[in-house]
């Protein structure tokens, strides 16, 4: 009966041992998620030479860098095509989309584009520069997949990032940060991210 009774007790303290390392292993091997900043935005002023667009309105243009970042050491981060929006106020002004790529493991890549704004957004746009109160939110959504040590992760189809600039009256990015970090734009993006191996 006490031989019994001490297999048993031999039995747990295995079967917890083992279980305190798998927690200690997804701990230590559980990606964490890309970081994206907006590094720097540019609406040009408007030219007054330039010919009016076919409703009347003129069209202006703004200019952006991307930083996108790979936290992880043991972590290899597939995108898939990134939808980029720029908004001012409720209005879109400007879109662009990214072709899917893969970052590498603790890698950092740079995005640039010159996107035209669309002509109806365009004179808010310019009156709220002239007035320094100007604001675009940048809104960024991909689906990514991580692959570690061999093992790929499912695939999270709805990673959306988001974030506010403020620009001053020469059109950049005012104040002193001069990066902004887009962050998830709700609780439930981050509660549906947090588990990556499912």
């Known amino acids: ?9 031999w039995l747990l ?4 041992l083992l279980g305190l390392l798998v927690l200690c292993l997804w701990l ?6 890309p970081t994206v900043a907006v590094v720097e935005i540019s609406v040009p002023p408007i030219d007054n030479s330039s010919s009016p667009a076919a409703d009347g309105k003129q069209n202006g243009s703004l ?30 002004a400007a879109t ?3 072709s899917s790529f893969k970052l590498r493991k603790d890698a950092t ?9 669309d002509g109806r957004v365009w004179k808010a746009l310019r009156n709220a520069l002239s007035n320094a109160t100007a604001e675009l939110k940048v809104e960024f959504l ?21 974030g506010k600039v403020k620009l001053g009256k020469d059109g950049k990015i005012s104040g ?20 990556h191996f499912n």
């Open 28 to 33: 230590g091997l559980r990606p964490q998620n």
């Open 1 to 9: 009966m006490c031989e019994t009774k001490n297999f048993y007790l």
């Open 96 to 98: 662009d989309r990214i």
């Open 109 to 117: 890549q740079y995005r640039a584009n010159h996107l035209d704004v």
């Open 13 to 16: 303290q295995i079967v917890s």
């Open 63 to 92: 200019a952006y860098n991307l930083e996108i970042k790979n936290p992880n050491k043991d972590s290899i981060i597939w995108f898939d095509v990134i939808s980029l929006r720029f908004f001012h106020g409720q209005d879109t």
């Open 142 to 162: 991909t689906g990514i997949r991580f692959k570690t040590i061999g093992i790929k992760s499912k695939h999270h189809k709805n990673h959306k990032l988001e």
């Open 176 to 195: 002193k940060k001069k990066k902004i970090k887009l962050k998830h734009s709700s609780k439930k993006w981050r509660i549906k991210l947090g588990s």
